[in-house]
């Protein structure tokens, strides 16, 4: 568990670094009603750092699984208009916002994907005015991450104290265990900041992807790409970092220039399902064919969700050697293991990862090649034999990547 100073530093790290509130604005926390001791942490260092006022909405994996389990599909198509105004009222009140991530990944397992799906695709839909914000950087948001119980028994099942375990890794992993956790997140920073310079300045026209378990995937990048590291900056101007922890740096590619194939190198968990050992196959930036050993209908639901989740709309480069791969832990969580993996992602791109992005229309980002969607869904195809390749438009080729760790 996350207690006392290691807990009080985290929030203060997240507050700072992560959403970097300023003084005078609001906050929402979503937050597990199980884990309510951290919203109560983040809340009150939120005020003493000079929020106008904390909003905490709460989340509980229990009555979500009733409520799929006992409703109906039409009733749970049914979106509140009271919900969609309460999100729709940060972006025009410029709050700040912070998810904590740290659901049971198999909370949902015995549900139907169908239900599911019909559930998640109404509230993305319902919700779109503010995924697109926060994806746009329209907002100052951060996603984070505290053990549950179910959680952390799913990581270590053999551990007598699981819940302790999972805390002290997610503490390394925030560099929570360094004399200055600011200080060491500023150099970390800097370092994903400079490979991303090196990126935007060579200006590759294609990434090839292969490895021994079978990817073989060409990705062409979208037109005028923009690589972006962990400092994001907002439409206010004030950078942010969006995940916590992050080893990445990403952009956008084109979403009619994929071709090939692509293999799982972790599992994914999706909605409280898990979906594993799956492969994807792309002609002209289409998913054409899948398969899934586990979760195969899950993959199904979110590959046919809309037009836009049949094609990729992002792709993020990160070493074996980060500190989230060298733990050798899997965490059950995309939050961390997106960050422990090369990785892609099926849905929406981020504006800001193409040249005046935010300032574009979806017609003018999809003219650049940049896709849209209502969902943006991350899985992980780095492997430590993971070989990466640049292509320029003069056909110069750059080894970026040999044997799953940065060659440059």
């Known amino acids: 568990m996350l207690t006392g100073k290691v807990l009080n530093e985290y929030a203060k790290l997240v507050l700072k670094i992560g959403v970097n509130l300023q003084k005078g604005q609001g906050l929402e926390i979503i937050c597990p009603v199980e884990k309510r001791t951290v919203a109560h942490v983040l809340t009150k260092t939120a005020y003493q750092l000079g929020a106008k006022i904390v909003n905490v909405r709460w989340t509980d994996q229990t009555v979500d699984k009733m409520t799929f389990t006992y409703a109906d599909e039409k009733t749970l198509t049914e979106v509140p208009k009271w919900l969609v105004d309460s999100k729709n009222y940060l972006v025009e009140n410029n709050f ?23 559930y998640s695709k109404a509230r993305s839909k319902a919700l779109k005015k503010f995924s697109d914000t926060v994806m746009a950087n329209g907002i100052r948001w951060c996603v984070i991450s505290v053990p549950t119980l179910a959680w952390a028994k799913q990581v270590f099942p053999n551990e ?52 021994s378990i079978g990817t073989d995937l060409k990705v062409g990048l979208a037109d005028d790409h923009v690589w972006l ?51 994807i196959t792309f002609k002209d930036g289409k998913i054409t064919d899948f398969c899934a050993k586990k979760g195969y209908e899950t993959l199904k639901q979110l590959i046919n969700t809309d037009s836009g989740t049949a094609r990729l709309g992002e792709v993020a480069l990160i070493g074996k050697n980060s500190p989230i791969a060298k733990s050798g832990i899997l965490f059950y969580n995309t ?33 650049k090649g940049a896709n849209d969607s209502v969902e943006h869904v991350d899985f992980m195809i780095g492997t430590k034999d993971l070989s990466v390749r640049g292509i320029k438009k003069d056909g110069t080729e750059i080894v970026l990547f040999k044997d799953g760790e940065w060659n440059i």
């Open 160 to 211: 007598k104290n699981p819940e302790k375990t999972l805390s002290l890794a997610i503490a390394k992993t925030m560099r929570l265990d360094t004399e200055n956790p600011t200080e060491e997140w500023t150099k970390h920073v800097e370092t994903l900041d400079k490979r991303a310079e090196f990126l935007n300045q060579t200006q590759f026209e294609y990434l090839i992807f292969e490895n």
């Open 335 to 367: 939050l961390f293991d997106e960050n422990a993996s090369c990785h892609l992602a099926i849905g929406k791109a981020y504006p800001t990862t193409i040249k005046n992005g935010n300032n574009l229309s979806v017609k003018e980002l999809l003219e």
């Open 229 to 279: 590291s962990a400092k994001e900056i907002a439409k206010d101007g004030l950078p942010f970092v969006a995940n916590m922890p992050t080893e990445e740096v990403f952009t956008a590619p084109h979403r009619l220039k994929v071709d090939g194939v692509l293999k799982s190198a972790m599992p994914l968990c999706e909605n409280g399902q898990i979906i594993d050992d799956f492969s």
């Open 96 to 118: 700040c916002y912070i998810a904590v991530s740290s659901e049971d990944p198999s909370a949902f397992k015995k549900i139907p994907a169908q239900k599911i799906a019909v």
